[in-house]
């Protein structure tokens, strides 16, 4: 072997030995995994905690307990912010009904978002968060007169709210008023549904079937505080004598025997010229 082969192979293996060097011992790859593996935890468990949330307990205690080591963690880089898991369930999305006056006297409504027009997905997915942020802003016409007399605050607080939603909508009515110069526009807020299983199983339809939009009203509902009612209680009655009761509204005597229970059902809205 000449003295040129003997240094060239000295060359190669010192090039190995530097390569060997600075690849990252085992110690390292551990330690980066295990970071790697923490921001992942981190990122999942705020979502995991809210899905499992209950009124009473205010979440699983197991869950809450696996989270503990990653709060601090999650709300210094700002990932607890509460959202929930897309699936397995959903739930009802919030959109808007848009109608404009043509020309010629003939409306044309449309529901935004919509999939087929606005491309690329993403802005889909933008104007979806705007009409979910309209609903989430969503206060109703008030306050009633028993809030004002008696919390003033919380009354104002209503006022405030109110407010700030009828300007967040009328900004997008001017925006579409924009987009149609000339024309009048209307929008309202429409919730849709998703079919349960068991009734999907039943009658399968479409996910753009109008009997799954509902209109949402925007009226008050609440409701005037009756005087309170008290209940009448009979005196006892004398040994050996019957105890009169006061009559009630289930009696048999004075319900009619041809009287049947109502058949009607609430039946959400459906918004009427509503296009697909």
Known sequence: MSQQEDRDEDALLDDVSDIETRSLSTR??????????????????????????????????LIRSASRPFLGYGQFLYLDRGYAFFAPDPGPSRVIQVAVVNEDGTISET???????????????????????????????????????????DAEWWRRGRA??????QSMVDHLRGLH?????????????IPSREDYEVEPIALNDLRLYEVLLDQATY??????STEVIPPPSVEGEPQELPPTTGDPENTPADSEPSEEGVQPGVPEGTQQ
């Open 181 to 193: 110069p000339g024309k009048e526009v209307a929008l309202r807020r429409l919730v849709h549904y």
């Open 28 to 61: 390292t790859k551990s330690i980066v995994s295990a970071v790697i593996v923490f921001h992942l935890l981190a990122v999942f468990m705020p979502p995991l905690l809210f899905q499992t949330r209950s009124m009473v307990l205010g979440g699983s205690p």
């Open 111 to 153: 529901i935004l978002p919509d999939r087929e027009r606005q491309w690329p997905r993403l802005l889909y997915h933008r104007h979806f968060m705007l009409t979910e942020y309209l609903s989430e802003s969503y206060v109703e016409p008030g306050p009633p007169e028993i809030l004002i007399e008696t919390a003033p605050e």
């Open 164 to 169: 700030r939603y009828e300007d967040l909508r």
């Open 223 to 228: 409701e005037v505080i009756a005087e309170p």
